[in-house]
């Protein structure tokens, strides 16, 4: 039995990996707008010093993005570029937010960079197999 594990091809598996990568963000963004914690997060970017209303701005690009990103991901097209905003997303939320709660989001921490770190890793293995498709 275990010779036979994962049950499935390599290329399969990458097609799960990027579209849970996708479905996280999604995930991300429509909790984001169900719960309508969009002006709390862009008073959070408007304490960072930016002028008034800039923060919804932003928040409302970093929720659009991850959604068509997200959309670009579940389709299979524009693969590599789609990764490269989710990035620089998760990347930013690592500097200006998780990177001071520690490493561990839960059980040992709160909010911490290892999920965002796991995002970067998922989103660097999905890009370099898009590419080494084409």
């Known amino acids: 039995m275990l010779q036979r594990y994962p049950f ?9 990996a990027r579209i849970m990568t996708a479905i996280f963000f999604v995930a991300h ?6 719960r309508w914690t969009i002006p709390q997060f862009a008073l959070f970017w408007e304490n ?7 923060g919804t701005v932003i928040v ?30 998760a990347a930013g939320g690592i ?23 796991a995002l970067l890793v998922l989103l660097l293995l999905v890009a370099a197999q898009d590419k080494a498709k084409a």
């Not at 963004?29 to 169900?34: H, K, L, Q, T, Y």
């Not at 970093?62 to 959309?71: P, V």
């Not at 389709?75 to 905003?85: E, N």
């Open 60 to 89: 409302w690009a970093i929720t659009l993005t991850e959604l068509a990103c997200g959309a670009l991901l579940i389709a299979g097209r524009h693969v590599r570029l789609a990764t490269i905003p989710l990035a620089a997303i």
């Open 29 to 34: 963004a429509s909790v984001r707008i169900a």
């Open 95 to 117: 500097v200006l937010i998780h990177a001071r709660l520690g490493w561990f989001v839960g059980e040992h921490g709160t909010g911490g960079s290892e999920y965002s770190v």
């Open 48 to 54: 960072l010093g930016l002028s008034l209303n800039m």
């Open 8 to 16: 499935i091809s390599l290329d399969a598996s990458f097609v799960i």
